[in-house]
Protein backbone atom coordinates (compact mmCIF):
# COMPACT_ATOMS: atom_id res chain seq x y z
CA UNK A 1 0.00 0.00 0.00
CA UNK A 2 1.43 3.31 -1.40
CA UNK A 3 -1.26 5.94 0.97
CA UNK A 4 -1.31 7.69 -2.40
CA UNK A 5 2.24 8.58 -1.93
CA UNK A 6 4.18 7.96 -5.25
CA UNK A 7 8.18 8.95 -5.29
CA UNK A 8 11.05 6.88 -5.07
CA UNK A 9 10.96 6.86 -1.05
CA UNK A 10 7.69 5.71 -1.11
CA UNK A 11 8.69 2.65 -3.18
CA UNK A 12 11.55 1.80 -0.55
CA UNK A 13 8.76 2.05 2.26
CA UNK A 14 6.92 -0.20 0.41
CA UNK A 15 9.79 -2.58 0.05
CA UNK A 16 10.88 -2.64 3.34
CA UNK A 17 7.15 -3.31 4.92
CA UNK A 18 6.22 -5.78 2.57
CA UNK A 19 9.61 -7.79 3.63
CA UNK A 20 8.79 -7.05 6.65
CA UNK A 21 4.63 -8.21 6.50
CA UNK A 22 6.55 -11.93 5.21
CA UNK A 23 8.57 -11.97 8.06
CA UNK A 24 5.93 -11.39 10.66
CA UNK A 25 3.08 -13.55 9.19
CA UNK A 26 5.43 -15.79 7.19
CA UNK A 27 3.12 -15.54 4.19
CA UNK A 28 2.86 -17.81 0.79
CA UNK A 29 3.68 -20.32 3.18
CA UNK A 30 6.75 -19.78 4.08
CA UNK A 31 6.73 -20.91 7.66
CA UNK A 32 9.13 -23.66 7.28
CA UNK A 33 11.94 -21.06 5.39
CA UNK A 34 15.02 -21.93 6.17
CA UNK A 35 17.91 -20.35 8.49
CA UNK A 36 19.55 -18.85 5.97
CA UNK A 37 16.68 -17.43 4.07
CA UNK A 38 15.36 -16.18 7.35
CA UNK A 39 18.55 -14.50 8.07
CA UNK A 40 19.15 -12.69 5.13
CA UNK A 41 15.47 -11.68 5.03
CA UNK A 42 15.85 -10.38 8.56
CA UNK A 43 19.59 -8.88 7.71
CA UNK A 44 18.04 -6.70 5.10
CA UNK A 45 15.32 -5.26 7.16
CA UNK A 46 17.39 -4.18 9.40
CA UNK A 47 19.67 -2.43 7.02
CA UNK A 48 16.57 -1.07 4.83
CA UNK A 49 15.35 0.37 8.47
CA UNK A 50 18.76 2.20 8.81
CA UNK A 51 18.45 3.34 5.61
CA UNK A 52 15.50 4.71 5.33
CA UNK A 53 15.60 6.32 8.88
CA UNK A 54 18.35 8.41 7.27
CA UNK A 55 15.86 9.82 4.60
CA UNK A 56 13.24 12.68 5.43
CA UNK A 57 10.16 12.43 3.98
CA UNK A 58 8.98 15.56 1.60
CA UNK A 59 5.89 16.67 3.56
CA UNK A 60 4.39 15.39 6.77
CA UNK A 61 2.61 12.48 4.68
CA UNK A 62 5.61 11.20 3.40
CA UNK A 63 7.48 11.48 6.40
CA UNK A 64 4.61 9.58 8.38
CA UNK A 65 5.33 6.59 5.54
CA UNK A 66 8.74 6.49 6.42
CA UNK A 67 8.30 6.15 10.46
CA UNK A 68 5.49 3.73 9.76
CA UNK A 69 8.03 1.22 7.45
CA UNK A 70 10.63 1.36 9.89
CA UNK A 71 7.99 0.85 12.79
CA UNK A 72 7.03 -2.56 10.56
CA UNK A 73 10.66 -3.36 10.33
CA UNK A 74 11.48 -2.98 13.61
CA UNK A 75 8.16 -5.01 14.62
CA UNK A 76 9.81 -8.18 12.14
CA UNK A 77 13.25 -8.03 13.39
CA UNK A 78 15.57 -6.99 16.48
CA UNK A 79 15.15 -4.39 18.45
CA UNK A 80 17.84 -1.80 17.37
CA UNK A 81 16.36 1.17 20.70
CA UNK A 82 18.35 3.91 19.05
CA UNK A 83 16.42 3.55 15.60
CA UNK A 84 13.13 2.86 17.61
CA UNK A 85 13.54 6.08 19.37
CA UNK A 86 14.25 8.16 16.65
CA UNK A 87 11.57 6.30 13.94
CA UNK A 88 8.74 6.99 17.46
CA UNK A 89 9.97 10.66 17.90
CA UNK A 90 9.83 11.63 14.37
CA UNK A 91 6.70 9.44 14.25
CA UNK A 92 4.99 11.60 17.55
CA UNK A 93 6.27 15.36 15.67
CA UNK A 94 4.07 14.20 12.44
CA UNK A 95 1.00 12.69 13.95
CA UNK A 96 -0.71 15.73 14.45
CA UNK A 97 -0.61 16.54 10.55
CA UNK A 98 -2.36 13.80 9.76
CA UNK A 99 -5.73 14.10 9.36
CA UNK A 100 -8.10 11.90 11.37
CA UNK A 101 -9.75 10.14 8.15
CA UNK A 102 -6.07 9.45 6.87
CA UNK A 103 -5.86 5.64 6.83
CA UNK A 104 -1.69 6.23 7.02
CA UNK A 105 -2.14 8.13 10.66
CA UNK A 106 -3.84 4.64 11.73
CA UNK A 107 -1.45 2.30 11.07
CA UNK A 108 0.92 4.76 12.16
CA UNK A 109 -0.26 4.94 15.79
CA UNK A 110 -0.79 1.31 15.68
CA UNK A 111 2.81 0.40 15.43
CA UNK A 112 3.71 2.91 17.94
CA UNK A 113 1.63 1.30 20.16
CA UNK A 114 3.20 -2.03 18.81
CA UNK A 115 6.45 -0.23 20.18
CA UNK A 116 5.96 1.49 23.50
CA UNK A 117 2.53 -1.00 24.94
CA UNK A 118 1.31 3.07 25.43
CA UNK A 119 -2.02 2.57 25.32
CA UNK A 120 -3.28 5.85 24.33
CA UNK A 121 -2.19 5.04 20.90
CA UNK A 122 -3.89 2.34 20.76
CA UNK A 123 -6.94 3.33 21.89
CA UNK A 124 -6.60 6.46 19.28
CA UNK A 125 -6.27 3.82 16.54
CA UNK A 126 -8.90 1.97 17.59
CA UNK A 127 -11.20 4.87 17.24
CA UNK A 128 -10.38 5.91 13.98
CA UNK A 129 -10.24 2.12 12.61
CA UNK A 130 -13.61 1.58 13.76
CA UNK A 131 -14.84 3.67 10.69
CA UNK A 132 -13.16 1.05 8.58
CA UNK A 133 -15.59 -1.24 6.64
CA UNK A 134 -15.15 -4.44 6.08
CA UNK A 135 -15.49 -4.31 2.51
CA UNK A 136 -13.10 -1.13 2.17
CA UNK A 137 -10.13 -2.99 3.99
CA UNK A 138 -6.97 -3.37 1.99
CA UNK A 139 -4.48 -5.95 2.59
CA UNK A 140 -2.39 -4.13 4.87
CA UNK A 141 -4.74 -2.91 6.67
CA UNK A 142 -6.03 -5.95 7.61
CA UNK A 143 -2.77 -6.91 9.08
CA UNK A 144 -2.64 -3.72 10.76
CA UNK A 145 -5.79 -4.60 12.65
CA UNK A 146 -3.89 -8.19 13.12
CA UNK A 147 -0.88 -6.87 14.62
CA UNK A 148 -3.31 -4.16 17.08
CA UNK A 149 -5.12 -7.19 18.13
CA UNK A 150 -1.73 -9.12 19.02
CA UNK A 151 -0.13 -7.01 21.09
CA UNK A 152 -3.09 -5.67 22.82
CA UNK A 153 -3.86 -9.55 23.89
CA UNK A 154 -0.01 -9.50 25.07
CA UNK A 155 0.07 -6.88 26.39
CA UNK A 156 -3.33 -8.05 28.64
CA UNK A 157 -1.94 -10.98 29.22
CA UNK A 158 1.28 -9.84 30.54
CA UNK A 159 3.68 -11.24 28.02
CA UNK A 160 5.34 -7.78 27.64
CA UNK A 161 4.90 -5.26 29.81
CA UNK A 162 2.71 -2.38 29.87
Known amino acids: MSFGISSPLGARCAHLRRLS ?3 MFLLGG ?4 YVETQAASL ?3 SRLCRELLS ?3 EGPREEALV ?3 VLAGLSATV ?3 AVALEALNRAASVLTDLGDDDRLK ?3 LIYMYGETEDEAYAEEAGRLTSTWGDGTLTEED ?4 DFLRDVRESVKAGLVPA
Do not use: K, N, P, T
Request: with cysteine; aromatic share 8%.
Open 106 to 108: AHL
Open 55 to 57: SHG
Open 43 to 45: GEI
Open 21 to 23: YRQ
Open 30 to 33: EADM
Open 79 to 81: RDE
Open 67 to 69: CLS
Open 142 to 145: AWAL
